[in-house]
């Protein structure tokens, strides 16, 4: 566990790709970016991931495509272009993953500062619907001639697999014109834990069985020193889902000599538990690439 989940891995894991879409019928639109330049050329570049988990992508030149201003406009535009065209398919796993962040993202007002001159302009977008069907967009991100950010962590994780999956469109997020994102935080400052020293507290280990409840565990030597490592060095790299457990994970607890509690681990494969959701983590501060 010397890194539990560097953000190196994190980016492989986001991308298990189940082969290219035999259907060709774009489904609801959950998540789209564009990357649009008028002033040092002709440009417009669009990604978009619908709620089959099929990933769309196309580009042409804005005089050419017409692509028109204002969210309501454009999403009636990609419901009716062919020039999107279908690329791969997110596995179900992270489709799930990506539909509950989509439905907790919040919506914020978020100024944007200039930051650069004829650059283009660069917007992410999800899309949340109601019972009707209806769309609202929530901002995640914009970069270019302009940055602005959505810091709910829940946009921040959306935006971070816009990145990842649709590069080309997204240039400038991996620069200084793009939003900063999840700045990583230790996990002691993260749970709220008070000062103690894992080296000294004992470590008792439950899983968590929707069923059964609490299970004692017995967690091996290996496994507490590195639970002790986590916990006095451990930092959070970003949100992965907004998934509540319902049982399967399982919570590591630091007592002192009176079993008192000090503070509680909850791992679930791989994430660390939160109240809101699942976060990535690492044992250590990995070499972040250069996506700010």
Aim: glycine residues 10%.
């Amino acid at each position: 566990m010397k890194s539990i989940l560097c953000l190196l891995s994190l980016l492989l894991l986001l991308m298990p790709l189940a082969g290219i879409a035999e259907n060709t019928q774009m489904g609801r639109i959950l998540l789209y970016t564009y990357y649009r330049q008028v002033g040092w050329g002709d440009l417009v570049q669009i990604g978009c991931i619908d709620d089959t988990g099929t990933l769309w992508y196309g580009t042409g030149s804005d005089s050419k495509l017409k692509w028109p201003y204002g969210t309501s406009a454009q999403l009636e535009y990609l419901k009716g272009t062919d020039i999107l065209i279908p690329q791969n398919k997110l596995g179900s796993d992270v489709l799930f993953q990506i539909e509950s962040l989509v439905s907790s993202a919040e919506k914020q007002d978020c100024p944007s500062e200039g930051v650069a001159s004829d650059a283009g302009d660069e917007y992410s977008y999800a899309l949340q619907y109601d019972r009707e069907g209806n769309p609202d967009w929530v901002l995640l991100g914009l970069s270019g001639d302009d940055r602005s950010e959505n810091t709910d962590p829940n946009a921040q994780a959306l935006y971070r697999y816009l990145r990842i999956l649709f590069p080309n469109v997204t240039t400038y997020a991996y620069t200084g014109m793009g939003p900063q994102g999840f700045v990583p935080i230790p996990i002691s400052i993260f749970l709220k834990w008070p000062p103690f020293d894992p080296d000294t507290a004992s470590i008792q280990a439950v899983v968590n069985d929707c069923e059964a409840g609490p299970i004692p565990h017995e967690a091996d030597e290996n496994i507490e020193t590195e639970l002790r490592s986590l916990a006095a060095h451990g930092w959070i790299l970003g949100k992965a889902n907004a998934i509540s457990t319902t049982g399967g994970s399982t919570s590591y607890i630091f007592r002192n000599e009176n079993e008192d509690i000090l503070a509680t681990l909850e791992l679930y494969d791989g994430l660390l538990v939160a109240g809101d959701g699942m976060y990535f983590y690492s044992d250590s501060l990995p070499d972040l690439p250069a996506v700010k």
